[in-house]
């Protein structure tokens, strides 16, 4: 017979047993949908007016509204002079699921100075846009379309290219199959499989048996496309590349941990367009991306363009606010570490981004 100490051994257990079995689950539940929300604050965005060198920009923020009514909240960073007489090519920035806009703020010293303008947004579900969830770039491309609607009919972009990472990378992608006048993507850190991303996240993170990640992603499925309407499963770039034809350039970082390279490089393989490339850059899915690592996507941004532009100097190593009273804004850091309930990649904290700003020039 079953001693008494055992029994209730036995049941003190149980709950405890339980309560890892829910936390589990609710961290999968927030990882896929609902990561953290980068709530930045407008300083952290950074100033309205402000120079690269000698060169006047500014930041003309806007408002889109996607097919299932949620308000987007969207940045054009362009010349302040001459610009509502000449349009310019234009690239749009794609963050990552945890992230906000706030993340295109250290391409702007990359792209800028050359003649190329960058738009910036929240998804719906991320930063200060509408919206309660994100989907890993099942919606996110109605999110793309909408703001990219907006800049056709602005007058001041002409041709329009993509640079995503994490989330981001794979709105890109699934973005170009509808929208043949795309001409370029970069994409860093995209996912191939979202199943196995999952699997590998269930199992590193919250050290759960095959068994458990299965039974627990099935549930996950069927909660996410009752509640929400959409299987986030279905979200394989695998199944789609090799339809796509735009040029484009993947990146992954060699310490990825969250999609380490094999997802990068079967994406490259099976990828439709000859005009493709591959790079492998430093750091993990979080880091701050090296410059020479953004010196290279620029030079793939203006060779699509066909801009005839000298990168041989390198790019601008300052940026300062235009009004000296208002604080100034520089690289944005990306060394947050990520927590079990952030899948993908995860924005900076405002103790970062303050030790990440460039000094202003006197």
Excluded at 27 to 39: E, G, H, T
Excluded at 260 to 286: S, V
Aim: charged share 25%; with cysteine; aromatic share 10%.
């Amino acid at each position: 017979m079953e001693s008494k100490a055992n029994k209730n051994s036995k049941e003190a257990k149980m709950p405890s047993f339980l309560t890892r079995i829910g936390a589990a689950y609710d961290s999968l539940w927030k990882a896929f949908i609902r990561p953290p929300r980068d709530l930045y604050t407008q300083e952290e965005l950074g100033p309205v007016t402000f120079r690269i060198n000698d060169e006047a920009f500014i930041r003309k923020d806007f408002q889109v509204t996607n097919i299932r009514g949620n308000r987007l909240e969207c940045s054009l960073f362009g010349p302040l002079e001459n610009w509502r007489v000449e349009e310019r090519p234009c690239v749009v920035y794609l963050h990552g699921s945890s992230s906000s806009r706030v993340e295109a703020l250290s391409v702007l010293r990359s792209l800028l100075p050359i003649g190329i303008i960058v738009c910036a947004f929240d998804f719906a579900g991320t930063g200060h846009s509408e919206g309660d969830y994100v989907s890993l770039g099942v919606n996110e491309p109605d999110d793309v379309e909408a703001v990219i609607n907006h800049l056709r009919t602005s007058g001041k972009v002409t041709n329009i290219a993509l640079w995503g990472r994490s989330m981001g990378a794979v709105a890109a992608i699934r973005y170009q199959l509808r929208d043949p006048c795309i001409f370029a993507v970069v994409a860093d850190s995209p996912f191939a499989s979202l199943t196995q991303l999952a699997e590998d996240f269930a199992q590193r993170q919250l050290g759960l048996s095959k068994s458990l990640i299965s039974f627990f992603l099935k549930c996950l499925r069927r909660s996410i496309k009752k509640r929400l309407g959409f299987d986030v499963f279905e979200n394989n770039p695998i199944d789609v590349v090799h339809e796509c034809e735009t040029p484009i350039l993947f990146a992954v970082a060699l310490g990825d941990d969250v999609t380490p390279k094999f997802h990068a490089e079967t994406l490259f393989k099976r990828y439709g367009g000859d005009n493709k490339g591959l790079m492998y850059i430093d750091g993990d899915h979080n880091s701050r991306r090296a410059t020479n690592f953004k010196a290279a996507v620029a030079s793939f941004f203006v060779k699509r363009f066909k801009l005839h532009k000298d990168l041989s100097s390198g790019f601008p190593s300052r940026v300062h606010s235009i009004d000296q009273e208002t604080p100034q804004f520089g690289a944005v850091a990306s060394k947050r570490s990520t927590s079990t309930s952030c899948l993908l990649y995860t924005s900076p904290s405002p103790r970062d981004r303050q030790k990440s700003r460039m000094p202003s020039s006197a």
